[in-house]
């Protein structure tokens, strides 16, 4: 037992470490995943292998194969399918066909060219044997590709469609191709029993199918809760796998049958995919690195040129077949031209079909060529088809670009990252609205630290906002060594203020500037309380890891009388569109008067975001909302708002998810110092790190300081 839980924990970590690595050059998960088992298995270190726990994991290679059965089901809609189920029709079949056909002519004319000394009847066996083996794709594969992407559109339609057809078809001609290499080999079997053995395991495999889907809508409609449903549903989808098992039937077209039901019927109930999904991961890791571990790559080495052939004219056959059935259908010329590259993924059912060969007597010695034949297909399928696959749904346009960033161009993932919180990705928008009229009689400064070029400009003109708001002027203040004194001259020291001069006069306002040689967090200190300003201006650093400035931040908070705004810039500044999220009821009047002085400037959208824990009730979220709107009945009166009241299972997936909409997220900075801050974690910290948005991290000070000082209500 003790063995069998550091495999699990071991094909977990080492799958998950490998697909972000692969994830770093843009290829599917799965390719990674695949890769980790290589690695783990016998081809590579030996962790995994099939004496210690392979065979004792094979059990989760069984739930992942329905799951992954039931998740196609969900894709053949009918509804959705009724502009591409022509499509379908013809390519299912003619790329079949095309397959066996490539194959068995491919396998013959390599055998003659290399004089092969068995007879001509033994080469037919052997080339018709695997020609039907070649006919079958790898679900699996091919559907985790699509829910990473989140592919939606006709080609990721058409293409789930055929891959739920194919090993229907797959099942026939292998039926019939093993029911010739009888009679080649000199036994009577009829043809039509073959036929109609075939035609038996598929019908009775769909009518299991139909059953479950069924009984499952049925159990479904009497659960409400999340976890009975996904008990439940499990459970019947494991006794209808189990059964078909056997009864020597194909559990992927049961599953994949009774997910097709479900979908299809009236009440259209998709509660028990959204459950799975988010059991399914873990699953699919030990699936994939469990084939990755079955994979031997001396395979490769064995196969030979018949192999190679093989492989080749699988794909030749797959590809050509596909673009015939597309002419012949109509189908638009994406769909024609690129679907083909999907369906090169092969697996668990063409190894499933070589043990059928295995364990029939009659056929028995074949397999010594064509175990190594068509595990060398699938090494190589596996590695490659799912990077075909990622290719084939990008170039089709279906994909969700989860990673992409409007700004990016065709910059993705981390490379997007680096550009957008780089100097040429920060910009700041033209300011289109009429200029801000200074006071006649200022009352105070508020202060901004200037430091990188590509920010000045953009931390002058929120300092020149808050400044607007409290009747005061903007100031700017350089932080110099203290070894830097005297060795610039006046116009030098002039010359540095000049982007942020030209900023607030743009927005109608005369700006101060000072030099002070210190460190930085006691400079700005310094100025702050000299000054007596009314609000502190900082930026973070550019880059990944704007948290470096944190310890400044925190000094610089802890010993000023006023907010402090840190602003995180992340590609464009702009003001038009404002989240504000917040967890406690009282962090609005924290952020109010920042959110007053952007209101009174610019006339945004702001939007409440209110957190509340995962499992809250309705009355929770009801209560919620109404403090809101009371709240906004007092305040931002004239400022266009909106408010939402979320239960979060994740704070940080929700306002980053919220963020991508929106121009600017504006939150309160965690109390949290030092150790507590490392232990607990900081949630304004987590956002700035990760989110794609600009973001402004308001911090307060105390209110026992503010009226030790006098300044409440001030």
Known sequence: MQEVTFGIAILLAGGLLSAKLVQLVRLPSVTGFILAGLVLGPSGLGLITMETMGHRLDHFTQIALMLIAFGIGEHIELRRLGDVARDVGYISVIQALGAFVMVVAGVLVTTWLLGDPALPRQRLVLALLLGAVAVATAPAAILHVVRE???????????????????????????????????????????????????????????????????????LHRLHRRGEMLTGGLALLLLCGETTRMLNLSPLLAGMMAGFVIINRAERDVRLFRALNAFEPPIYVLFFTLAGAHLDLAALRLAGWVGLVYFVARIVGKYGGTWLGGLLSGAPAMVRNSLGLALVPQAGVAIGLVFMIGSDPRLAAWTTVITPVVLAGVVLSELGGPLLVHLTLERAGETAQRQGHPECGELRGRACDTWLRGPAGVRLAPWSREPLHPPAHPESVVVFGACHASTVRGLARVATILAHHYHALPMSVRILDSSERGRKSREELAAMFLPEIDEARGLGYPLLTEVIYDSPASGLVSAVEYNDARAVVLGYPLGRNPLAFQKVLDKVAANVLCPLVAVRFVGTLSFDRLLVPFLAPGEPDELLPVLEALATAGQPEITFLHLLHADCSRREIRAAEERIRQWLDLHLVDARTDYRVEAAESRLEAILESGRSHDLVIMTAARRRRFRRLIFGALANSVVRNCRTPVFVVYTPDRARLEGAGRVGA
Not at 149 to 168: E, K
Request: proline residues 1%; without cysteine; negative net charge.
């Open 149 to 219: 992407l989140g592919a939606r559109g006709p080609l990721t339609a058409t293409l789930m469609a055929v891959v739920a057809v194919d090993d229907g078809i797959a099942i026939i001609i292998f039926g019939m191709a093993m029911s010739a290499a009888h009679q080649l080999v000199g036994r009577d079997v009829v043809l039509a029993h073959a036929v109609l053995a075939s035609v038996y395991e598929i019908v009775f495999s769909l009518v299991i199918g139909v059953a479950t889907g069924l009984v499952i809508d049925i159990v």
